[in-house]
């Protein structure tokens, strides 16, 4: 028993190498790789909103801190971390505005990579990368409250469409587990090289609709949200860059009508027919929710496009007063500085021109999920409304 013990000890000890061997045995040091002494703080979080990123990598010869769209309108372009004589790079930025924040390096040339420091992760179909967020004076649509906390579901299904065993996180509201109501459902689509899991891990829709909720803002729904991608490989003979193709926005349409909204249906309580069905979705996943709910309009009567325009010719040959007595609600979200307005513009002020009732939703900041909480937040707000 004192054996077991000893090696349970160890293995719980190794990392900080603090491990002793078995009697009689010697101290095991830490690997370089694992040693704790080494882990700095990073990121630093300030109290004048500035933040200090740090790396321990004393055989590197170049360091760049790597921003997602908003540390850029900071940074302007990927800035170098400075070394010290111990092997630590570090690099102070800011200050920031508060709001949610994704980061990585680049060592020696090579791919961005997560900041080993830093447990907080977003999930990405390339790979992780880091996150952190700088908190406001007021409360964010993202912030943990004291409140009733919904249900996170990951549920496996075998695809007849694309013969693969796939995932799809569907949110169910505080109460679901012991009432027996039905509810509405929104289904929300990720952007591209994101993965199932984005829009709860990063996005916090959970989060989100139980603050919501809480408030008496938005009706209790359920949130399905599924894999958006055709594989999960990053490059195909087919399509090298991996990015979504519509070949691949027709096979993402026909996953969904046909394998997920079924799964859905026959798994949990939910409400029949187009007015209790909404569809919503970010970047790729805003393209992908426009063409489904163009193309079934018997089966959808709510429409969220947040920071991707779609296809303008499916728009061009809409009736907009049959459109306008079919949808409740198309809520169109995009920045100033995300590469995506130009085409968000030009949508709206072509529903304008044919007369199709829309709600247009201009901001600040660019292609990156401050926004696109917010515009989840302010669009589930309206939905399900009689």
């Not at 609709?209 to 490989?233: C, F, Q, S, W």
Request: aromatic content about 8%.
């Amino acid at each position: 028993m004192r054996t077991v013990l000893a090696l349970v000890l160890c293995h719980v000890g190794a990392a900080a190498g603090i491990c002793q061997g078995l009697p009689g045995g010697p101290r095991t040091p830490a690997a370089f790789y694992e040693d704790l002494k080494n882990v700095p703080v990073s990121p630093e979080v300030q109290a004048d909103r500035k933040v200090t990123f740090r790396l321990f990598a004393p055989k590197a010869s170049e360091v760049l801190l790597m921003g997602s769209p908003g540390i850029l309108e900071v940074l302007k372009k990927p800035m170098p971390l400075v070394r010290d004589a111990s092997g630590l790079w570090s690099l102070t930025v800011g200050p920031l505005a508060p709001g949610f924040y994704t980061y990585g390096y680049a060592i020696d040339g090579g791919l961005r990579m997560p900041d080993p420091s830093n447990p907080n992760l977003e999930l990405r179909r390339w790979g992780a990368t880091s996150l952190f967020v700088i908190p406001g004076m007021d409360q964010a649509p993202i912030d943990e409250r004291k409140v009733p906390h919904g249900t996170i579901h990951v549920n496996f299904y075998d695809s007849p469409n694309l013969n693969e065993r796939r995932m799809v996180y569907v949110y169910t509201p505080p109460g679901y587990e012991t009432s027996k109501q039905k509810l509405p459902v929104l289904y929300l689509l990720h952007g591209n090289g994101q993965i199932e899991a984005s829009w709860t891990w990063t996005g916090r829709t959970n989060v989100i609709l139980d603050n919501l909720l809480a408030e008496g803002k938005t009706k209790p729904m359920i949130v399905v949200m599924p894999y958006g991608h055709v594989t999960r490989e990053i490059k195909t003979a087919a399509n090298p860059s991996g990015a979504s193709s519509p070949s691949d926005q027709a096979v993402i349409e026909k996953e969904l009508m046909t394998a997920i909204k079924p799964m859905v249906e026959s798994k949990y309580r939910v409400l029949a027919g187009r007015e209790h069905r909404a569809i919503a979705g970010l970047s790729m996943g805003s393209a992908q929710s426009q063409m489904i709910a163009l193309h079934h309009l018997d089966q959808f009567a709510y429409l969220g496009a947040f920071s991707a325009a779609g296809n303008r010719a499916e728009w061009e040959k809409v009736d907009g007063a049959a459109l306008n007595k079919k949808l409740k609600l198309i809520w169109l979200g995009c920045g100033t500085e995300d590469f995506a307005y130009a085409g968000m513009k030009t949508l709206h002020t072509l529903l304008e021109t044919k007369k199709i009732q829309h709600v247009w939703n201009e901001s600040g900041a660019g292609h990156s999920w401050p926004n696109w909480q917010v515009y989840l937040t302010k669009y589930a707000q309206l939905l399900f409304r009689d």
